[in-house]
């Protein structure tokens, strides 16, 4: 049973605390919106190991599959359906803890169990959205919700 425990919120924070200036300074280097996008799915699948990591944009009025890490996924998703188009369409961070419990919930995988979507901001427009699923219930709380917030900030914070 110990794989199924929550990770440790101490833990996690530190973990993000090491990350966040790591991903700073990579996008410092790379003025590629695509490029730092997956740059960032993949330090996030790297240090976390979440089951899926990646970002839908903005194209056309619905969000379009981008930079991702894990198995494949769903290409478009209409404002205000699943969790992402949700997150997108209230402008704000959704945290789930079974998915099951959502409604219109996107089932890309069986295997995901929680998610968290953060919106990426440029300016005031929702361009993007940050998603991560996890084939465990009830992996993501405030502090994935804080630091995934602040790294969603840094695509457009330094790129404009
Ligand atoms: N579960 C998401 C769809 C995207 S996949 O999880 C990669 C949703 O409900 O919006």
């Not at 991903?23 to 790297?46: F, P, Y």
């Not at 419990?101 to 427009?125: L, W």
């Not at 959205?129 to 465990?136: A, C, E, F, K, T």
């Amino acid at each position: 049973m110990a794989e199924n425990l929550i990770i440790d919120n101490g833990n996690k924070a530190e973990k993000y605390a090491t990350l966040l200036p790591q991903i700073a300074a990579l996008i410092d280097h790379d003025a590629d919106l695509i490029a730092n996008m997956a740059n960032i799915a993949a330090c996030l699948k790297m240090t976390f190991d979440f089951w899926w990591v990646g970002f839908y944009r903005v194209k056309d009025g619905e969000l379009v599959l981008a930079p991702f890490q894990g198995p494949l996924a769903c290409t478009r998703i209409k404002r205000g359906r699943g969790v992402c188009g949700t997150a997108w369409d209230r402008s704000e961070t959704i945290v789930v803890e079974d998915v099951e419990q959502f409604p219109g919930h996107i089932a890309c995988s069986s295997a995901s169990k929680s998610e968290i979507v953060v919106p990426v901001f440029k300016g005031d427009e929702v361009v993007a959205v940050l998603d991560i699923d996890s084939d465990r219930l009830a992996t993501f709380d405030a502090t994935d919700r804080e630091w995934l917030e602040k790294i969603a900030s840094l695509l457009y914070a330094e790129m404009e």
